[in-house]
């Protein structure tokens, strides 16, 4: 019994992630950090910016939903270990769930980091990490050797092995990958600024102050008079709360009501052009993120194929291949079965039709066309 005590304490203390326990260890390399703020692209780009928030759900949950698939070759396996591992990658966390969390942190960041634990030699649990807790940790001839996770002062190491980490291509760092969030910057800016200057207009009834001018002999008031003029105007008329509100002028005072022209008030197509080239960024069309256009319904069925066959599947498909070789697989590729996809329904009656009329294939070629195996 005390052996059998002690194998299932070892047992335990091997399975658990390294970036549980936080144990602060030496640096023997030098840190490469990210040149960018990760706090304020997901602070401004993805929790204040509605465009950037659904274009980012919007690809994380469309690539999660895709189910999983292991082949052997040409053949599909139904039964396999990764199939179990990816449906329930860590005690905490179902599969799809942690798969959003994946693509969302290579949306937001340009980076994503997964850990793997492995016992006897085979892979066990997998873990998604905040890319804004990891550096690279690089050796002597430039490349990443390892990788540093810290939080709440305390840091980890971990052996470049253990750690995959996914990153889209920018041109300018070798450690780290480029965000759309960091490519729209510049039109998240301004569609933030733009929902900021119209609650600013509506704060203050969506036209200026005014002004009022001081009809007296002299033209001038006192400077208490200012103030405390300048304080009731505040206080009684400024504000949505106050819009409508009848305005009590003392003698000698006149109000001079002004007023934004057409052009300064078009703040709207401002927004949707900057909304535009968020989604652009993202790969999204526009139409689906509810930026007025061209939103016919056959517009819209064209734009939700292209939205899955250029920018879901090429992000899934690279992730499949990059867990494959993660996770030590040599004679089987992990895959997604995209018959479950009903924007692309009409892209496969398509294909049916025309292997139905191709008498020069045989039923085993033809099944191959369509990514099905050989019959069993």
């Known amino acids: ?28 390399g030098q840190p490469q950090w990210t040149p960018r703020s990760y706090e304020s692209l997901a602070r401004e780009g ?4 509605a465009v950037g928030y659904r274009a980012v759900r919007m690809i994380a949950e469309a690539a999660a939903s895709l189910p999983w698939l292991v082949y052997e070759g040409q ?19 179902p599969g799809r769930e942690f798969a959003e969390q994946l693509y969302g942190f290579l949306l937001v960041s340009g980076n994503a980091y997964v850990e793997k634990v492995e016992i ?24 990443a050797e390892a990788y540093e996770y810290s939080v709440n002062g305390q840091s980890a190491r971990l052996a470049r092995a253990g750690v995959l980490h996914l990153r889209l291509f920018n041109p300018l760092n070798d450690y780290y990958g480029l965000s759309p969030l960091e490519a729209a910057s510049r039109a998240i800016d301004t569609h933030n600024a733009a929902s900021a200057w119209n609650k600013a207009m509506l704060d203050n009834s969506a036209r200026p102050s005014g002004a009022l001018v001081y009809g007296a002999a002299d033209g001038q008031l006192t400077p208490e008079q200012f103030e405390r003029l300048k304080t009731e105007l505040e206080q009684s008329y400024q504000g949505s709360a106050n819009a409508g509100r009848p305005m009590v002028l003392e003698g000698g005072l006149d109000w001079k009501q ?3 022209s057409p052009k300064d008030m078009e703040f709207t197509e401002t927004k949707n052009a900057a909304a535009r080239e ?19 319904f056959a517009n819209y069925m064209e734009a939700n194929r292209s939205f899955w066959r250029q920018t879901v599947l090429p992000m899934a498909s690279r992730v499949a291949e990059a867990l494959t070789g993660f996770l030590g697989e040599k004679r089987f590729r992990l895959s997604h079965d995209l018959d479950q996809v009903e924007a692309l ?15 020069f294939l045989t039923g085993e070629e033809k099944r191959a066309a369509v990514g099905y195996g050989a019959k069993g």
């Open 120 to 143: 006897d030699g085979a892979p066990r649990e997998l873990y998604a990490l905040r890319p804004d807790r990891i550096k690279a940790v690089a050796s002597a001839n430039g490349w």
């Open 258 to 260: 002004m007023g934004y």
């Open 345 to 359: 329904a009409a892209d496969r009656e398509a294909l049916w039709a025309r292997l139905g009329k191709a008498d």
């Open 278 to 296: 968020i989604a652009l960024a993202f790969g999204v069309p526009p139409m689906l993120l509810g930026i007025p256009g061209d939103n016919t």
């Open 46 to 49: 993805f929790s204040a910016n």
């Open 1 to 28: 019994m005390i052996v059998e005590a002690i194998r299932r304490a070892l047992f335990r203390e091997t399975k658990r992630s390294a970036t549980g326990p936080l144990i602060a260890l030496h640096q023997l």
């Open 75 to 93: 053949r599909e396996i139904d039964d396999h270990p990764l199939l179990g591992l990816l449906a329930a990658p860590n005690p905490g966390q």
